[in-house]
């Protein structure tokens, strides 16, 4: 069993950064391919970014690549979500999830554990 905790949203302005970090417990978590999924109000859960298990191969959704960073310590249990730039069209409710299999992809289905996920409001 895997439990998840998220914790560095909040509330920026436009053009602004935010660090979101999750907190992973269990010992196999360097073998975990780690992601970050968003929701927004009335649209469904979308990805934002993976990692697999030895990070060496990040994975970034289009609307994210050049302003988000996912990096992860395994000494620590923790992964990262560096936010730059951000647009009001990032806010959402982040969520850290952990897959089983460490390959990192894009698709919810694939990770089975999930965080209660974090806050992120982005003003204009």
């Known amino acids: 069993q895997v439990q998840l905790l998220e914790s560095g949203g909040g509330l920026v302005q436009a053009g602004g950064s935010l660090r979101l970090s999750c907190a992973a417990s269990?010992?196999?978590?360097?073998?975990?391919?780690m992601g970050w999924f968003r929701q927004a109000p009335g649209k469904e859960r979308e990805f934002v970014a993976a990692?697999?298990?030895?990070?060496?191969?990040?994975n970034y959704a289009h609307s994210v690549k050049g302003r988000f960073t996912i990096s992860r310590d395994n000494a620590k249990n923790t992964v990262y979500l560096q936010m730059n730039s951000l647009k009001p069209e990032d806010t959402a409710v982040y969520y850290c999830?952990?897959?089983?299999?460490?390959?990192?992809?894009?698709?919810?289905?694939?990770?089975?554990?999930w965080g209660q996920g974090t806050q992120v409001t982005v003003s204009s």
């Open positions: 269990g010992r196999s978590f360097s073998s975990y391919a």
């Open positions: 999830a952990a897959e089983v299999a460490g390959r990192g992809g894009g698709w919810a289905d694939e990770y089975e554990y």
């Open positions: 990692l697999n298990w030895n990070g060496g191969r990040p």
